[in-house]
């Protein structure tokens, strides 16, 4: 089977320019996470949603963050305008509603520069 | 507060030996789950074991097991007979409540690197 796939795997972009990151989650699965990894703050939950629709947006930094996912196999991540403090590597995971434990499939992650 | 705690910022250990690395957590919840991850230089997040606050027995998983001591709200992790592959980043987790009610937020420990030496 798939896993959850990511892209673009490296990003390098100019400070004031649109980023969106791309995911795409194992088939079945009913939630879909958004993370972001840095050095200062490590792993970090933005957003995550339950059958498409957003659950808990709470870690989404600022209004220039915004997630959507249109239908079950698809999500973005969409920053604009971005600055160079948003440079980090951005990880999505999925996991299904009945899995007894839970445990969560990341994706390779998005990394993120932004100069 | 719900968090997680991992003091060592950096293991070393040889081949073969087994090693252990700590976790302690903090939760009022009666209802929890502790999960490791495991992060190679490559970046991927590997899960590697999970340990439910009402299981009986401790988990175990090959080579990983999980030394899940609740009244110390530790959940340290375990790995026997080191390998040079297991050479990595090692998260521990929690799931928490989130702020809509549900229970699907995972959180993260800072993580301790782990080098294993020939």
């Known amino acids: 089977d798939a896993g959850v796939i990511q892209s673009p795997r490296h990003e390098v972009t100019e400070m004031g320019q649109e980023v969106t990151l791309r995911c795409k989650p194992i088939s079945g699965h009913d939630y879909l996470f958004w993370y972001r990894q840095t050095m200062m703050r490590g792993l970090e939950l933005l957003i995550y949603f339950n059958n498409n629709v957003p659950i808990d947006d709470s870690g989404m930094p600022e209004d220039r963050f915004s997630a959507k996912m249109p239908n079950a196999s698809f999500s973005t991540l969409k920053i604009q305008p971005s600055e160079p403090r948003d440079s980090a590597v951005y990880f999505c995971?999925?996991?299904?509603?009945?899995?007894?434990?839970?445990?969560?499939?990341f994706g390779e992650g998005s990394r993120l520069t932004v100069l | 507060a719900q968090k997680i705690t991992q003091t060592q910022p950096g293991m070393f250990v040889q081949e073969k030996e087994a090693v252990t690395l700590d976790c302690t957590y903090d939760t009022s919840d009666p209802s929890y789950g502790l999960f490791w991850y495991k992060q190679p230089s490559s970046g991927e997040m590997i899960f590697l074991i999970y340990?439910?606050?009402?299981?009986?027995q401790n988990a175990t998983e090959g080579r990983y097991s999980l030394n899940f001591q609740k009244a110390r709200k530790s959940a340290n992790l375990v790995i026997s007979a080191s390998q040079l592959g297991d050479s990595a980043m090692y998260f521990c987790a929690m799931r928490v409540e989130d702020g809509s009610g549900g229970y699907n937020k995972l959180i993260f420990g800072a993580g301790t690197r782990l080098a294993v030496h020939p």
């Open positions: 995971a999925s996991r299904a509603g009945t899995a007894n434990t839970g445990e969560l499939f």
């Open positions: 340990q439910g606050s009402y299981d009986q």
